[in-house]
Every structure is written in structure tokens, then in C-alpha cells.
């Protein structure tokens, strides 16, 4: 966690929320080891040492998580089964099925063409 440069989470400080567009705050849970959001109604646990905000959410297919950097919530994604910030090595692993697919496409096509003037080539030498 210390090359995210992440931060423990203090449960006893009041934090933006990191999902809310309503400008929500993170405020303890009484009683409990979690964070709620004071106007979406987000309920959110720590992990990894207190370093991880994750949200407990149904709705979603994967974990929503966030690491706090001091001064704002940086998203953190599940690639692959690791959670990880999203930098440059990150998104090329995200995109890579779609730029699979792009490459797949472009092979077609380029095949396609190539039939289309070998196939005019050849009617043209009859």
C-alpha cells in the first residue's frame, strides 16, 4: 500500500464520500467498524489495515474501493483478482479485451479488402 501513498483511515474523522455527487460526508457507524454517507446512504468498511474504503453494495458486480491520499479518495479497481489503483500498466490490462477485439476487427476487414482485390485481379485477367 505504501507506493499508493495511501493514508490509515481514521474512523473518528469526518471524510468526503467518495461516490456521493451530493456532497456527502463519511461519518462513523455507532457501534460499529464502519463509515456511512450522511446524504446517499452508503455504508462503507476498512480494509487492509484501515488503508481501504470499500463499499458494501449489492448493486454493483464488483467491489467499489477507494485508499484515501490525504487530501482526496483515489479509486482502486479489481484487475484479475487484485485490487489495484488504475495507472497506465492497470488500464492497458482493462482494455485489453476490447483492444483485442479492435485488432480482431481490423484483421477481418483487412482480409475482407484483400479477397475483394485479389478476386478483382482476377476477374480482371480473364
Request: proline share 4%; glycine share 8%; net charge positive.
Amino acid at each position: 500500500m505504501g507506493k499508493w501513498s495511501a493514508q490509515k483511515i481514521d474512523l473518528n474523522r469526518v471524510y468526503p464520500c467518495p461516490c456521493c455527487r451530493r456532497g456527502g460526508r463519511l461519518q462513523q457507524i455507532t457501534l460499529t467498524d464502519a463509515l456511512g454517507c450522511d446524504r446517499c446512504q452508503q455504508i462503507f468498511v476498512l480494509k487492509e489495515s484501515d488503508q481501504i474504503l470499500e463499499q458494501l453494495s449489492s448493486t454493483y458486480p464488483a467491489q467499489r474501493a477507494w485508499f484515501w491520499d490525504g487530501q482526496t479518495w483515489q479509486r482502486l479497481y479489481q484487475i484479475w483478482g487484485r485490487i489495484t489503483p488504475l495507472n497506465g500498466f492497470s488500464l492497458l490490462l482493462v482494455r485489453l479485451p476490447l483492444l483485442f477485439i479492435l485488432f480482431l476487427l481490423v484483421i477481418v476487414l483487412l482480409a475482407i479488402f484483400g479477397f475483394i482485390q485479389l478476386l478483382a485481379t482476377w476477374l480482371n485477367g480473364r
